[in-house]
Nanobody
Framework: QVQLVESGGGLVQVGDSLRLSCEASGRTSAALSMGWFRQAPGKEREFVAA?????????YGDSVKGRFTISKEDNAKKTVNLQMNSLQPEDTALYLCTAVEGVITATPNPTYSWGPGTQVTVST
């Protein structure tokens, strides 16, 4: 079992930046890929970004390409960051960290490990 804890959410203005972090613990392995989804009230969970276990291969949802950057922070590759720039009201959501041994797809999978989420609110 992998435990995930997110941090860094908050209330920001349109155009501001925010950096989210997620730390994995427990039964982690070198093959752990990590990523982010988000879910706004009344909407389906949406893929945001993911990075493969090697920390090199990264991919993004269409709505955040060019504005968000995902990276693995430490040499053990158990912490993932999401740098969010040029935030817009439509980015308001609960941001959930996820992890799996293998590849994260754009479809949320209940077999992945999930954190409780961190709220991001962008006001006008």
């Amino acid at each position: 079992q992998v435990q995930l804890v997110e941090s860094g959410g908050g209330l920001v203005q349109v155009g501001d930046s925010l950096r989210l972090s997620c730390e994995a613990s427990g039964r982690t392995s070198a093959a752990l890929s990590m990523g982010w989804f988000r879910q706004a009230p009344g909407k389906e969970r949406e893929f945001v970004a993911a990075v493969n276990w090697d920390g090199i291969i990264k991919y993004y949802g269409d709505s955040v390409k060019g504005r968000f950057t995902i990276s693995k922070e430490d040499n053990a590759k158990k912490t993932v960051n999401l740098q969010m720039n040029s935030l817009q009201p439509e980015d308001t959501a609960l941001y959930l960290c996820t992890a799996v041994e293998g590849v994260i797809t754009a479809t949320p999978n209940p077999t992945y490990s999930w954190g409780p989420g961190t709220q991001v609110t962008v006001s006008t």
